[in-house]
C-alpha cells in the first residue's frame, strides 16, 4: 500500500502565502513525477504543477510566477509554495504520485486526501 499524507492547508488572505507539503509513505520503489491538482466548487480538478525526479516542472498559467512546485526525493515528499495568494486560488489541493511499488511493477498513480486552502479577499 502507498500513502499520500497532505498538510499545510488553511485560511489565509489575499495577498498571503501558505505552504502544503506531501509525503509519500509505505511499499515505494521509485516515484517519476509528483504535481498538485486542485478543485474548487463546481468546479472540475485541474493541474496546478507537476515535478519530475530529475527536478523538471511544469505549471498551470495561472500559477506561473504565483506558486513554486519543489520535491525531497529522499523523503517522497513534494511541496507547494504559494504567494500572492487570489481569492480565486481557494480549493481544496490533491497531492498526486506516480509510484512504482517494485522494479517489475508499472507507475500507479495514487492521490492524497486534500487539503482546503480558503483566500478571503
Known amino acids: 500500500q502507498v500513502q499520500l499524507v497532505e498538510s499545510g492547508g488553511g485560511l489565509v488572505q489575499a495577498g498571503g502565502s501558505l505552504k502544503l507539503s506531501c509525503a509519500a509513505s509505505?511499499?515505494?520503489?521509485?516515484?517519476?513525477?509528483m504535481g498538485w491538482y486542485r478543485q474548487a466548487p463546481g468546479k472540475q480538478r485541474e493541474l496546478v504543477a507537476l515535478i519530475t525526479s530529475g527536478g523538471n516542472t511544469t505549471y498551470a498559467d495561472s500559477v506561473k510566477g504565483r506558486f513554486t512546485i519543489s520535491r525531497d526525493n529522499a523523503k517522497n515528499t513534494v511541496y507547494l509554495q504559494m504567494n500572492s495568494l487570489k481569492s480565486e486560488d481557494t480549493a481544496v489541493y490533491y497531492c498526486?504520485?506516480?509510484?512504482?511499488?517494485?522494479?517489475?511493477?508499472?507507475?500507479?498513480?495514487?492521490w492524497g486526501q486534500g487539503a482546503q486552502v480558503t483566500v478571503s479577499s
Open positions: 509505505g511499499r515505494i520503489f521509485s516515484i517519476t513525477v
Open positions: 498526486n504520485a506516480d509510484v512504482k511499488r517494485t522494479f517489475w511493477e508499472s507507475s500507479y498513480a495514487y
